[in-house]
């Protein structure tokens, strides 16, 4: 069964910082795009970033550019989203998600989200 577990989430007080992993099994994810969303109460889904199966990487939107950086480790077959500076606006629920090879929608696999709370 393919699956995708999001971890990594918590509280966090603002400019502070988390990693997130997005770990995949089932499937061998470096052949796959993994792509970085969020959502927050009330809001659009907003996709992040997305890292391809050969390690490139799309853009961030403004509000994180800057601050959060995808990476991926094959060997590992994780995704990690590494989010610092973090503001209270960067609360939501972090999601990735799947595609094969390239950083195209539709994803095909979705993880169930961790959730991110910045507050102090």
């Known amino acids: 069964q393919l699956q995708l577990v999001e971890s990594g989430g918590g509280l966090v007080q603002p400019g502070g910082s988390l990693r997130l992993s997005c770990a995949a099994s089932?499937?061998?994810?470096?052949?796959?795009?993994i792509g970085w969303f969020r959502q927050a109460p009330g809001k659009e889904r907003e996709e992040i970033s997305c890292i391809s199966w050969l390690g490139g990487r799309t853009g961030y939107p403004d509000s994180v550019k800057g601050r959060f950086t995808i990476s991926r480790d094959n060997r590992k077959n994780t995704v990690y989203l590494q989010l610092n500076s973090l503001k209270p606006e960067d609360t939501a629920v972090y999601y990735c998600a799947a595609h094969w090879r390239t950083c195209t929608e539709p994803y095909e696999y979705w993880g169930q989200g961790t959730q991110v709370t910045v507050s102090s």
């Open positions: 089932g499937f061998t994810s470096d052949n796959y795009a």
